[in-house]
Each structure stands twice: as structure tokens, then as C-alpha cells.
């Protein structure tokens, strides 16, 4: 199937641009650019720029917030205009980006927060402003939600317990420090791949015993743990998890063996999804490889790109987690069931 | 002052005590008798609390309407009193916050001004933020307050414009979904301002991207002095009127539970019944008027046996112990709930239902003969999770084994919002001399004796569960949590 819609595309699109046509060439420029009166914008560049600056931000902040940047530069005098530049700022925003679930919450959020204002006050400029003030608090609140989160999250930690955790999440630790501030001793297990020994280093630092284990021996350690945490880039409509390769086997582990496996996250993290399985996430990577050739394999799998990967989070490889895996998920508005994020998801949709 | 050695009827004394001496002393004596276990069973506890609050909240200094959040302060207080007392008895929470629930619900109905409304439910969600360590926001709905039993009456804050969204008029109350609610408090909650005129963008995540307008933290709730046209209402008469409801829900609840039973017991079916609670009792009984079934009592040895002996035995000299609820052998605290007449004349062998008693070593045994397994509760909590008679854990696990649906009767006072973050703190153990008396010295002197009288039993072991507000999946239970507690669940412990 896909050997063939390859070799048709390009067939298809030669003659078009034989045509010569600029008014063709027009519509497709560089990805994660947007066209405005004014000039371009490039929506992927704001939005990457945001993540490297700020290792705290999540990438639906940060995606709000380049929409934003957008937004004050739309000079449009109808609203169907203004609208028609928003999205297509989100989807040039979404084609840029490799793994664009966890953004799209944010890009949501936002469209559904533009309309719901305008239909309301009809007004642009005063749109416009009110973004610009509120501008300053985005981060401010994404943080808030975090700290909330911890402390939330942080009662599950009691002293004395294993927790297994997969990666680096910002959620996860966080949960730790706040359960460190308490005083709680307990000790962690971590597998080593996408940012693992970053987090042992910190918990170390902090005084938690830490032991980084390879992947493969998840199954192996689970006997040892208490229960597990893991963080989320997304949480989809049916209540499963998206996130780093290796979430999905590690629940599956645990559920196998009788423990806990908690997902963290915040809510804004909340995206309308419906995937069956990891194959039908909206996005491509290419996990499994067949191969007849040696020196292909030995490739590494963006292995690279790791500690930019870490950093901005959207060029590493994720799965997805179905919800009869998971405990609960740990939020700062509580503990929820997997089932009940289809509600909050309706609440703001409908 | 009930003295344990006199082995009082504890609650039918208290009941009376309560009206006649003031709150404060009541207090006290509920305390104690909470916390030599005087007063078990989560019934029992509820109703002394729901008394003692009514009689707290008739006699308490604040009356008015913008003194509501003194009359809760001094509620939280009683409360957190009342939950040291006994922090096992999650029961007392729960009432605790239904009678928050109704001050709360009291005063958003008397301040239906337009404008007005906005401030109160502003002041609302900013306390939920704003004093973190007195309680906390368990993530549900704003608004879902107004769906406690005791209104039928939405919010009016949509002060009638015409092109209000149309769910949010459906809805008529301002809802702000975690995912943005979150990201606009810590203290100074970014509510729509009331100045905009928009009131149902505060409907949804608009909230989160709305600039914040702080609103006084200190004095959540009610700021007479912001709006004139304010008529500060005396509310104890509405509060008191909502108490007393929920007094009578407690008195109701079996029956309530007990309508459901012809839906979920079928004619000739073998229902596997563990632990002798009232409701159960009814709920069978019920069943029993239209159905023909078989019922197979679990013995609950040690500490339920005698009381499931009772349910079955036919009416005669022994029958007014029916219906009793302490554990162990009988004792006189058993008549603190006055029995009603239908308990007295009508055990299920009177009825005519077959019955079967087994011994609880024979579970797994008889567990594929049977159609379902009926259940009473303790406490049911948030996550769908319950706390129940010992050896529960044990039957629902079988059961799964076997496929066999898990039904759990309970009414919904016993529902906690809380969380069971160490279910095994939640636990109780009893006397271990119900398993091994002292005369047995051989075993006294050399062996530990273990008796745990309660069971955590998690959620995926139950399949359903009944209240008298409807049934309710372990998976949904949280909905249930919002519409009973609202969004402002307060930290009792």
C-alpha cells in the first residue's frame, strides 16, 4: 500500500509544477510557516524556540503561546478571516511538527477559547489584549498546575516504597521533590533510556537511592516495586496514555504482576483522540524496520537526537497505553479513572 | 455521660441526650462514645452526626447569610473534631461535608441577584484554591452542588441574555473544566470578570486564558458590602430544613435501595449474600415480595455470624436481634437502633425464601452454583474501591474467578470523596478474644491472634453498585462524588 502511494504522489505533483503556475507554488511553502498580510510567520520556529528556552514548558503551553504570538499578528478586518489565519497557523503548526499530539491539546484549547470569546464579545482588538495580558500568567499557571499536581500526586509515595518509572518526566519528578519535602524515603527504579539517568542524577543529588536498569529488565525488577509511575505527552478520549516507547510494555508488566501503574499528567495535556492501538496514533515512525541488510539495521534509531529529543520532546519515538492498563491517572483537579477523561474532554468541547 | 462498663444503648441514648443539652457538651459525649466504638456501624454513626450537627448548627452564632462562612468555619471545625475522634469512621466525613454541602447550597440560592451570583461562585472556586491546607478541590464540577438532593433549583446566573451559548444554557451553571480551572488559580483565581458581561465564558477553558481579575481570597463567598441590593437573609431555618432532609434520606435509604431489587435479582436465582446489614436484609426482603430465589448466606465467622444466624432464623423469642449491628457475640449495645416493625416480624426463612448457610471455608466451593454475589458496605470510596465485612475481599475474588457479578448495596451517605491513598490505614482490627477466648492459655500465651473485622476490596472486584440514588459502576463512581460533595471537598483529616 504504501510502496504505492509513493510512487504515485510524485507523478501526480511533477505536472503540476510543469505547469508553472505561481499562483501554485504559492500554497505550499516551507513548513510551519503561515502567510500573513504582514509577512511570514513561522509558527514552528516560534513554538521550538519556546521549548528550548524553557525546559519547563509543556509543548501545549508552549503551542498556546505561539499561537498567541500569531494571533497578534493577524490584521484581519472580518473574524472569518481572523479565524481562517488561526487555523491555518494550528495546522501548519500540526504538519511541522513530527509527533503533534501533545501540541494539538494545546492548539484546541486555544481555537476553542478564540471562538467561544469572540461569539461572545465579537470584538478582536479586545481579544487581542486580553491575550496580551493574560499572556505573562500561561507559564505562571502551567507551573502552578504542576506544583498542585505534586502535591496531589506526592500522598502516593509513602515511605519505604519502590516506585518504577520509566524516562525523565517533569510531572514524575516533581511528584518525587514533593514527596522529599515531606520527608518520605523512599527509593526509585529507572530505566535508563530518554532521559532516565537525568532523572537518577537529580534524585541521586537529592539523596534518593536510584537504580537505572535497562528496558529489558523491567519485568525483571517489577517484583521489587511498589507500584509505577509514568508521565504522559497525552492523555486520549478513551483514557489511555500517550507516551515515550516503552510505557506500553512497562503497564503491561505491571498489570501482569499485580502493582499500580499510575499515569501523570496535567490536564491540559487532554487531547481528543480516539487511538485503538500504537499504530493508529496521527503521526509516522518507523519502530519496526525489516530489513535484508545488515548495515541498515546497525543504524541508529535517532539515537541522536536524544538530548534534543529530551529537551523538546517531540522527536522521540512514543506508544500508546491502553486504559485498562492503568490504575488511575494523577491530575492536578485529583485522581481520575481512565474512563472519566472522555467527560472532561465533552465539558469543554460541547 | 454513657459509661462503656453500664453498656448503654449508646445512639438511642445519645439521640435523646442531644436535644436536650447544648451542642458543645453533646459534642463531647459523641466523641467519646466514637471513641471507645460505643457507636459502630456507619448508620449509626451517621445518624448521631446528622443530630448533632442539626442541634451544632440550631444553636450556632451565625446565622445570616453573610456570616455563612463563619457557620462553616465552625461545621469544618466540628467536623475535624469528630473525624480525630474516630478517623477509621470515614462515615463522619462524609456527613460532615453533606451538611458543608447544604450551607454551601444555601447561600448561592439566596443570592440568585444577577451579578451577585458570579462573586459568590467566584469566591467559591477561589477558596477551593486559595486555602489549600483547609480543603481541597478533588476536580469536580463547580456547579454540580446544585445537584444534591436538596435543590431541584439550578444557579440563575445567566441573567437571561438571549445569545447564551446554548449548553451553557442547558446547563444554566457555570462550569470550568479542570484543564483550565487549574491553570487559573493559586490564590488569585482568574475568573471572568462580571464587568465583561459574558457570564458563560467562565463555561469552559476560557477561564484559563481569561485575565485574572483577583478577587478578595480572605473572604470567599459572600462581600455584602460589594452589592447593595442585598437582603442578608437569615438561613439557619433553610440550612436546619436541609439537615433534617438528610436525616430522613439516612432513615429512607434501605428502602430506596431496596426499589432497585426486582431488576437485580431474577426468579429462581442462587444469590450468594455476605454480612447481615439492614439494607441488604431489605434489599432480599424486598425481592422476596415478587421473586422466588435462593439465597446463600455466607456464616462471616467470627465477627458477623451471629447476626447472619439472625437474618435467617424464623421470628421467635430471639428475633429482636435482628438487625443488629455490633460485631462479636451480643450485647445489649445492639438495641441502639430501635428495630422497625417489619424487621421484627420478617426474617427471609419467614418469608419464604430458600436459604442455604455455609460456612465461609466453602466459598470457593459453592461460588460456580451461584448466579451473583450480593454485598453490603462500609464505606465506599472515591475510586470505586469500598471497605466492607472481613473475608469480602476473599468471596469477590473468587467470584471474578468465576465470573460471577459482584453487587454491592450500599446507601449513598456511605460514599467518601476521599481517596485511598493506604488503604490498609483505613482498616480496622477487633477483639481477637471472638476468635480465641483468654481461657484458651495454651493459645493466648503463644500464638498471635489476628482478627481484622474490615476488608478493603478494590474496585475491579465489584461490578456494581446500588444506592438509593441509582447504580453505579466503580468506574463512574466519581460522577456520584461530584453531584453528592460539589467541587469544594473539604480536608477533614
Redesign the interface.
Known sequence: MAAVATTLLPKLEVPVLMDGEAVVNKPKPRPGVVQLNSGEFDIREVYLTYLRNDHDLTMPVAA?KSLVDLVERINSQTTAEFLDVLNQGIDALKESIRNPISLSAGCD??L??IV??L???QSMPKLVA??K??YK??D???K??R??LA??GS??I?DGCTVLTISFSRVVLGMMMDALRNHVRFQVIVTEGAGGKRLASILREKGVPVAIIPEGAVGYAMHKVDFVLIGAEGVVENGGIINVLGTCQTATLAKAAGKSVYAVC???K?VRLYPIDSYDLPLTQTVINFSLDDKEEQKPTEKDTIEEAERIGNDRFVDFTAPTLLT?II??????????VS??LL??W? | MAIAGEQPPALAKFLKLVTSIKADDATEVLTGLLKRREITSSRNVAKAVAKLLLRFVSQNRHTKLSESQGLIKDVRELGRHLVAAQPRELVIGNIVRRVLGVIREECHESNALPGFADLTLGGRLSRASSIGEESTDFGSNPASGTATPHSGRPFSRDGGEDDIDAMSRRKSKAYIPPNLRNLTRQGSIALPNPSYGENNLQHALFSLLMNSTPLPSDSPGLKPEAKEPFEDKDIRGDVIEGIRELIDELEMVDEQVAAHSETHIHANEIVMVLGSSPTLQTFLMKAAVKRKFTVVMIEAYPNDFYETQEVLRAPSKTTPLVGLKNPGKPSPANKDEPLTSAELKATLTSVGVETILIPDSAVPAVMSRVNKVLMGSHVILRNGSMITTAGARTVARCAQEHSIPVVVVSGVYKLSPRYPFDPDSMLETGDSSTLIGWEDGDMVGNAEIFNPTMDFVPGELVDHYITNVGGYTPQNLYKLVEEQYGSVIDTLE
Open positions: 498556546i484549547l486555544f476553542r477559547f467561544r470569546f461569539r461572545h464579545s486580553h491575550l495580558q493574560s500568567l500561561f505562571s499557571r502551567a502552578d498546575s506544583k498542585r502535591k496531589f500522598s502516593f509513602t496535567e490536564t491540559h487532554f488511575a491530575t492536578e483537579a485529583g485522581v481520575l479513572t481512565p474512563s472519566s467527560e472532561e465539558k469543554i460541547f
